[in-house]
C-alpha cells in the first residue's frame, strides 16, 4: 500500500473509534513518526494532510527540519540535556520530559532564546524498568516542581504501552493515565495547561483512542 492509502487507512481508524467513544474525529492528532521514513516519505505525508511530524532522535530531526517546510514537528524520544539547544523553540512539543534535571535545562535555554516551550510530561503508567518517564506516585511532586519555572509550558502527559502487552493490560494502563489526566486539569497554575494525553502507537492507537487520547504517535502503520 501506499503512504496515501495507509494515512486514509488510519484516518478511518481513527474516525471509527473515536465515534464508538463518544468523541469527534477531528478531536485526535495525528502524529506521524517519521523516524522510519527518508526525506521524501515525511514529504508524502505533508502531501496527504498530516502536518504534525515526529522524531526520536535530535539528529534525525534537524536534518529533516531543514528539508521539509510547513511541518510542526514533536520529540518524543529521550532528550540528553546537552541536546536541549538543539531542540528548544525548534519543536512544538517536547513529549519526553522526565526529570527536574532535564527540565531545568529546557528552562534555561529557553529563557536565553526568549521563548516558553511547551512540553509533556513522560509517564512510566507501566512502570518498565527499560523505559523512561516518572511513575504515577511522583506526579504530584514533579508537577509541583515544574510550576517554578517561567519557559516551560506543562501540556500534558505522554505515555507508551508495552510491546508485548496484551489489550487488556494496555487499557488498564491508559485508562488509568486518562483518570489522572482529567483530575490534573483542574491545576491552575501559570504553566501547567493540561490539555494534551499522548498515548498510542502503531500496534494500540485504536485502544488509545477509546480510552481518552487526545494525540496517537503513528510510525509503521503509516509506512507498510
Same mark, same amino acid.
Given at each position: #500500500?501506499?503512504?496515501?492509502?495507509?494515512?486514509?487507512?488510519?484516518?478511518?481508524?481513527?474516525?471509527?473509534?473515536?465515534?464508538?467513544?463518544?468523541?469527534?474525529? %477531528?478531536?485526535?492528532?495525528?502524529?506521524?513518526?517519521?523516524?522510519?521514513?527518508?526525506? *521524501? $516519505?515525511?514529504?508524502?505525508? #505533508?502531501?496527504? $494532510?498530516?502536518?504534525?511530524?515526529?522524531?526520536?532522535?535530535?539528529?534525525?530531526?534537524?536534518?529533516? *527540519?531543514?528539508?521539509?517546510?510547513?511541518?510542526?514537528?514533536?520529540?518524543?524520544?529521550?532528550?540528553?540535556?546537552?541536546?536541549?539547544?538543539?531542540?528548544?523553540?525548534?519543536?512544538?512539543?517536547?513529549? =519526553?520530559?522526565? =526529570?527536574? +534535571?532535564?527540565?531545568? %535545562? !529546557?528552562?534555561?535555554?529557553?529563557?536565553?532564546?526568549?521563548?516558553?516551550?511547551?512540553?509533556?510530561?513522560?509517564?512510566?503508567?507501566?512502570?518498565?524498568? =527499560?523505559?523512561? $518517564?516518572? #511513575?504515577?506516585?511522583?506526579?504530584?511532586?514533579?508537577?509541583?516542581?515544574?510550576?517554578?519555572?517561567? +519557559?516551560?509550558?506543562?501540556?500534558?502527559?505522554?505515555?507508551?504501552?508495552?510491546?508485548?502487552?496484551?489489550?487488556? %493490560?494496555?487499557?488498564?494502563?491508559?485508562?488509568?493515565?486518562?483518570?489522572?489526566?482529567?483530575?490534573? *486539569?483542574? !491545576?491552575?497554575? +501559570?504553566?501547567?495547561?493540561?490539555? !494534551?494525553?499522548?498515548?498510542?502507537? =502503531?500496534?494500540?492507537?485504536?485502544?488509545?483512542?477509546?480510552?481518552?487520547?487526545?494525540?496517537?504517535?503513528?510510525?509503521?502503520?503509516?509506512?507498510?
Amino acid at each position: #500500500m501506499s503512504i496515501s492509502d495507509n494515512v486514509k487507512y488510519v484516518r478511518e481508524r481513527i474516525a471509527e473509534n473515536a465515534i464508538k467513544s463518544g468523541r469527534r474525529p %477531528e478531536d485526535i492528532t495525528l502524529v506521524a513518526v517519521t523516524k522510519s521514513t527518508d526525506i *521524501q $516519505g515525511a514529504r508524502e505525508l #505533508m502531501s496527504c $494532510g498530516v502536518s504534525q511530524l515526529a522524531e526520536n532522535r535530535v539528529q534525525m530531526l534537524r536534518e529533516k *527540519q531543514k528539508e521539509i517546510d510547513g511541518a510542526t514537528w514533536h520529540l518524543i524520544g529521550h532528550l540528553q540535556t546537552n541536546k536541549v539547544k538543539d531542540v528548544c523553540g525548534r519543536v512544538s512539543l517536547i513529549q =519526553s520530559l522526565d =526529570s527536574v +534535571h532535564l527540565a531545568t %535545562e !529546557i528552562e534555561k535555554t529557553a529563557a536565553k532564546m526568549g521563548l516558553v516551550q511547551d512540553c509533556l510530561c513522560e509517564v512510566n503508567i507501566f512502570r518498565e524498568e =527499560s523505559k523512561g $518517564g516518572i #511513575m504515577e506516585e511522583e506526579i504530584d511532586d514533579f508537577l509541583g516542581k515544574m510550576s517554578e519555572f517561567d +519557559h516551560l509550558r506543562i501540556r500534558g502527559f505522554m505515555t507508551m504501552a508495552p510491546l508485548d502487552a496484551e489489550e487488556a %493490560e494496555i487499557r488498564k494502563g491508559f485508562e488509568k493515565i486518562f483518570k489522572i489526566y482529567v483530575d490534573k *486539569q483542574k !491545576i491552575m497554575v +501559570h504553566n501547567i495547561d493540561i490539555s !494534551i494525553l499522548s498515548m498510542g502507537m =502503531s500496534r494500540d492507537f485504536e485502544y488509545a483512542i477509546q480510552e481518552g487520547a487526545t494525540h496517537i504517535r503513528v510510525g509503521r502503520r503509516l509506512f507498510t
